[in-house]
């Protein structure tokens, strides 16, 4: 269709762009890893000076994981996007098999079952499986006809995402759990899922929802939705970290008070700051500026994962493009949100400014398989396409 559209315009192969590399994506990708790195070591060293630990030790295992991350940025993008449609079925068989052993052999972190420790090191399988599940699905959806899907194709891709819910959601982990939700409903929307399908499942989710939250069936997220909607009543305990955090950006200010100067951050007020409250520590030092800027950095790779979609050669890169700006999207709004007090705390980290190497990676290698699917992506005229 496209080189029809094109041919329609009376363009020749000299008016069309090569497959050059996505500078831009790939910019913002070592924006946000350099920015991760300068802001959680201005949020652990005032803490580790006064325990007389190595200041910037944090930084540094975080800057080591920076460069892991863009080594696997650079081999999803070489991976022939093509290759994964065949293999996604042994990607998300291997993503479920992990997600079911670390609820047996597990460590628990702020009380979830996600973790899997081998001689130090931490791996967080969860996180890994979203990216297996994208792939699963756009497989799965990617031959629908005429961009429609029947309720029969909608219930398989309801099984697939429902069994690393299930999985997922007796760690307990809420963010994760959530996020795989809703990269689903955008998967089923971008494929042709029509809007009385969505309707109808998301009606059923939020009864659902709804019944278990009231029955009780939810523990700790309980415990969370009620510090988010009684925040005084819960000062002291559950909601102290969210109002602890409201209150370090908000006296940041418009500009900030200024790199290493915020008394939320070096006071350690805020316990979890370098990891899932990291934005609490660009607030205050930086300001509102400094969040727009970092908000408008993530605009723009969800912009390029857009763009990529649009100008993917097959179905099936269109729906990993689409699945992966819908994940990155709800963790940054999610994030962003609850550190605002607008969102409950969900334990959902900040995209390539969190501390965590199972995180920052697994997004990484998401973005790379996007970038391979730009990489192939079908020819399209150069002045509609200045940026690429």
Do not use: C
């Not at 973790?115 to 399988?125: H, L, N, S, T, V």
């Not at 990216?131 to 029947?150: H, R, S, Y």
């Not at 309980?222 to 970290?241: C, G, K, M, S």
Request: glycine share 12%; net charge neutral; no cysteine.
């Amino acid at each position: 269709m496209t080189s029809a559209v094109i041919r329609g315009r009376g363009l020749t192969a000299s008016a069309y762009e090569g497959r050059r590399p996505d500078l831009l994506l790939t910019g913002a990708l070592l924006l946000l890893g350099v920015l991760s790195v300068l802001m959680i070591y201005s949020a652990s060293a005032p803490r580790a000076e006064v325990l007389g630990a190595d200041p910037a030790a944090e930084a540094q295992k975080q800057a080591v994981i920076v460069f892991v991350g863009l080594v696997v940025y650079g081999v999803g993008s070489v991976i022939d996007h093509r290759s994964l449609h065949t293999a996604a079925p042994v990607l998300y068989a291997s993503a479920v098999t992990a997600l079911g052993i670390v609820l047996f052999w597990g460590r628990e972190v702020n009380s979830a079952v996600s973790w899997f420790e081998i001689k130090g090191f931490q791996f967080q399988p969860s996180e890994w499986s979203k990216p297996a599940i994208i792939v699963m699905l756009a497989a799965l959806l990617a031959p629908a006809i005429e961009n429609k899907i029947g309720w029969r194709r909608v219930f398989i891709a309801l099984g697939l995402m429902g069994i690393p819910v299930a999985l997922i959601a007796l760690q307990p982990d809420l963010g994760t759990l959530l996020a795989v939700v809703v990269l689903s409903f955008v998967m089923l929307f971008a494929a042709g899922a029509s809007m009385r399908q969505l309707g109808l499942l998301t009606g059923s989710g939020g009864i659902l929802a709804w019944w278990a939250y009231n029955a009780g069936w939810l523990g700790l997220v309980d415990e969370r939705i009620d510090a988010w909607l009684n925040p005084e009543q819960n000062a002291l305990a559950v909601a102290f970290q969210p109002l602890q955090s409201q209150i370090a950006i908000g006296s940041g200010g418009f500009s900030g008070r200024g790199l290493f100067e915020g008394s939320q951050t070096n006071l350690a007020f805020i316990p979890e700051q370098t990891t899932d409250f990291i934005f609490t520590a660009v607030g205050e030092q930086l300001g509102f500026i400094g969040g727009a800027l970092l908000i408008a950095t993530y605009l723009m790779i969800v912009w390029r994962l857009l763009r990529t979609a649009a100008a993917a050669e097959d179905r099936f890169g269109m729906l990993v493009a689409v699945g992966v700006a819908g994940m990155l999207t709800f963790h940054v709004f999610i994030n962003v949100g609850m550190t605002l007090g607008i969102m409950p705390v969900t334990g959902i980290p900040l995209p390539f400014m969190s501390a965590g190497g199972s995180s920052f990676t697994a997004m990484a290698f998401a973005l790379g398989i996007t970038h391979s699917v730009w990489l192939k992506r079908s020819r399209v005229p150069a002045r509609l396409s200045t940026l690429g």
